[in-house]
């Protein structure tokens, strides 16, 4: 049908042009619209391509065409000219297809009306043509017989109205339901039939199992059993044709023929036409063994190979035809490679940033204009502008060549979305028990990528208050300048204290050229503490607990003077719900000494994480932590609240056991964390179920570290992305003392 109609319209193109010819290079006096009966003319006229006033030109008149066709409305369109006065009068002569003004189901059991309408796209008021009505016929067909109706018979009855409209019924006769009885293939011996059939999601009848023919299924098996074949060597495979044989009135039998050819084994490549890459450069692509099998599948995935490795290197039109040269039983491929212009990037344009700017969407391309096309720093800097947090993950690429070189202009097109969050929540652990939170952030701040929040955090054990900054790019460069303030008060109900502090914070950065995805950051910060005791009797009661807290408790505000440095390199495909790569932080403090301030101490922190995609979707995440924190100068123990607690959710989080409760009395002045994730997205990425492994310990002293101490704990939870944030919740089972801890986070990724 679609044959049919663009010759259609090229016959009338061809006539309109050659009739008028004499017309062309006049002015359009004036544009009228002929035989418009339910369509406003004015309509008509916006889709034109030429306006009053304009020289007539063949090739707009030749796109208005295109453009009327496409709207579906017109079962024929043609343009003519008339000489008026100093110009010519253009007559677009239009015949509408009818209206739908009715339709009726008749005989739809099986198929309920609500499924219709999210089938059909025909509704009162919609155009009817030929193409809309074998389009209703195909999908209702296709629906009955998912439903094993696979001789349901439809008609569609038409009765014409005045002023072009339609009265449409359409009538199923569905007969009944059938189930297949056995399945038969003639002519395989290599393969027997139930290795076939294993291979076929289409299955006979059971008792378990309904058997229903469905067509759509059936023709998905018939490919994967020709992948089969070929994938074991025999590439002149052919499947079908099949027959449906009834047997009875409710079942019927397939009879699927094969024709399996001779196997192929693998007998060498060669390969022509290549001057940019050595032939011995693209053999090595190539993994699959003299005298194996060929396997057509593990073939074409080679080739893939091959065309990934000219694309990385600007050959966006190269060409590689396969010739197979069968000598007996082995098959020999010849490889012709026509290799093309090599691709320069002209410009790059970027459309749909309406509140971003553009400066911040080209910070994140790892390609420039004059560069040589590459597929994967291209493919790298659709990744970047997505893990900005403010375009939709449908960020469209394309590529317009230019010129006869080849080169091009790259297209990029983006999708706003909503970048500033004002929201509460409310959680719980097994802590602070019940928890909340209330925040306003905005991530793009003027559009320049700037972010800035305001949070409280609240519960049973917890004030947080805390106002940030960041500009990643000050002053259009690579250099990072953060800042923030804050208060927070927390209790430590198991260790019979409570500690309050408020401070602030200033830090740089800057990506670090050499070393890919890596960036350090230096920051200061300068706070003041104040301890107090909550259970003075517990506490001098509990022989474990610490003593440094009576003499800390006694003090006013004293304050603490910090200079940090971290160095972080982050590989991630999505920062969201990562497949693949690694984060790798690590983290040093400096506190008091030459910087002043009433606390000395050193403080060590590095950790990586390790994304894997293993098998269909299932994500691999591991996890190792390590801390060390040691007092110097005047300080004979480090800060309390800066030891290590572990427990629970968190960095120092670990799964089946309360919050803050692994370790020394006092908190521990060594850790180490281990987790492990395997990650299954539920449909899509918005939604991941998980299963985890978590152990750890913490420590005073290292010879007090042992693997076999490890607090180990394992369980399942769920991902949610969610307009508020991820929200993550896992059940966790405690192997060392056994008993079940729920776990309920906001913000973390996995």
């Known amino acids: 049908m679609r044959r049919i109609i663009l010759c259609s319209i090229l016959i009338l193109l061809l006539g309109c042009l050659v009739q008028n010819l004499y017309a062309v290079g006049e002015t359009i006096y004036e544009i009228k619209v002929i035989g418009a009966v339910n369509i406003d003319p004015e309509l008509v006229t916006s889709a034109l391509s030429f306006r009053v006033g304009d020289t007539l030109d063949p090739e707009a008149v030749a796109k208005s065409i295109r453009n009327l066709y496409r709207m579906g409305i017109f079962s024929d ?6 000489p008026y006065r100093t110009g010519v009068t253009i007559l677009i002569k239009i015949q509408e297809n009818p209206i739908v003004s009715s339709i009726e189901y008749i005989g739809f059991k099986a198929v309920k009306q609500e499924r219709i309408d999210e089938l059909v796209n025909v509704k009162v008021g919609s155009y009817w043509s030929e193409g809309v009505k074998n389009q209703l016929l195909n999908k209702l067909k296709n629906e009955y017989a998912t439903k094993g109706f696979s001789n349901a018979e439809i008609q569609i009855f038409e009765s014409r109205l005045p002023n072009n409209k339609i009265g449409l019924k359409v009538q199923v006769n569905e007969g009944k339901k059938v189930s297949i009885k056995q399945i038969t293939f003639v002519g395989n011996s290599y393969f027997e039939d139930k290795t076939l059939q294993k291979k076929m999601k289409t299955k006979p009848a059971s008792f378990l199992r309904s058997g229903h023919f469905e067509q759509e299924k059936f023709d998905a098996d018939l490919q994967a059993l020709t992948a089969f074949y070929k994938k074991n060597g025999f590439i002149d495979v052919v499947i079908g044709p099949y027959e449906i044989q009834p047997l009875g009135e409710k079942y019927i039998e397939i009879v699927i023929n094969v024709y399996e050819g001779t196997k192929y084994n693998f007998g060498g490549i060669t390969i022509e036409g290549n001057d940019f890459f050595s032939s011995e450069e693209l053999q090595d ?9 060929f396997d057509q599948e593990f073939f074409d995935n080679e080739i893939r190979k091959i065309y990934t490795k000219y694309f990385d ?3 966006i039109y190269v060409s590689i035809i396969p010739n197979y040269v069968k000598e007996g039983d082995q098959l020999i491929v010849n490889l012709k490679i026509n290799e ?8 790059i344009h970027i459309t749909g940033n309406r509140k971003t700017k553009e400066k911040v969407i080209r910070r994140q391309l790892e390609v420039s204009p004059g560069d040589y096309f590459r597929q994967t720093q291209v493919m790298r800097s659709q990744q970047n502008i997505y893990n900005l947090g403010f375009f939709e993950q449908d960020i469209r690429l394309d590529y317009t060549p230019i010129n006869k070189d080849g080169d091009i202009d790259l297209q990029l097109d983006v999708i706003d979305r909503a970048s500033g969050t004002a929201n509460g929540g409310v959680g719980y652990n097994s802590q602070d028990k019940f928890v909340g939170q209330l925040s306003v952030s905005q991530n793009n701040l003027f559009g320049n990528n700037w972010s800035t929040s305001l949070t409280w955090e609240f519960g049973g054990n917890t004030q947080n208050f805390e106002f940030a900054f960041t500009n990643p790019n000050l002053l259009d460069t690579d250099i990072l300048l953060g800042s923030n303030l804050y208060y927070t008060k927390k209790t430590w109900s198991s260790f019979y204290y409570e500690i309050y502090t408020r401070g602030a914070g200033i830090r740089v950065g800057q990506t670090i050229p050499w070393i890919d995805k890596t960036r350090a950051v230096a920051g200061y910060s300068l ?15 509990d022989s474990t607990a610490n003593a440094n807290l009576i003499e800390l408790s006694k003090l006013n505000w004293r304050y603490t003077s910090v200079f940090s440095l971290t160095l972080s390199r982050d590989t991630r495909d999505n920062v969201f719900f990562p497949t693949k790569g690694s984060q790798f932080t690590l983290y040093s403090e400096v506190a008091g000494g030459m910087f002043g301030g009433d606390f000395d101490y050193f403080k060590e922190i590095a950790q990586v994480n390790w994304y894997m995609d293993t098998w269909e979707k299932l994500i691999l995440r591991t996890k190792w932590r390590f801390c060390y924190v040691t007092p110097y100068g005047r300080s004979k123990d480090a800060p309390p609240d800066e030891k290590f607690y572990l427990g629970g959710t968190g960095a120092d989080g670990i799964r089946g056991f309360p919050d803050s409760s692994i370790g020394p009395a006092g908190g521990g002045t060594r850790a180490i964390i281990f987790s492990t994730e395997l990650g299954y997205p539920l449909g899509t990425d918005q939604i991941i179920a998980v299963a985890f492994f978590d152990a750890g310990n913490s420590y005073n002293k290292m010879r007090d570290f042992n693997f076999l101490n490890f607090k180990k704990g394992t369980g399942l939870g769920i991902r949610i992305r969610s307009p508020f944030g991820l929200i993550g919740f896992d059940y966790a089972y405690n192997i060392n003392d056994g008993g079940w801890e729920p776990h309920l986070q906001f913000g973390t990724t996995f």
Not at 286 to 292: A, Q, W
Request: cysteine-free; glycine content about 4%; overall charge positive.
């Open 77 to 82: 369109i043609q343009v003519e000219s008339e």
């Open 285 to 293: 692509i190539f993994t699959m063994k003299i005298g194996e099998p």
């Open 313 to 315: 290197e600007g050959f």
């Open 340 to 347: 093309n212009n090599r691709a320069r990037i002209h410009q």
């Open 527 to 541: 706070y003041s503490k104040k301890y107090r005791i909550t259970n003075m009797n517990a506490i001098m009661a």
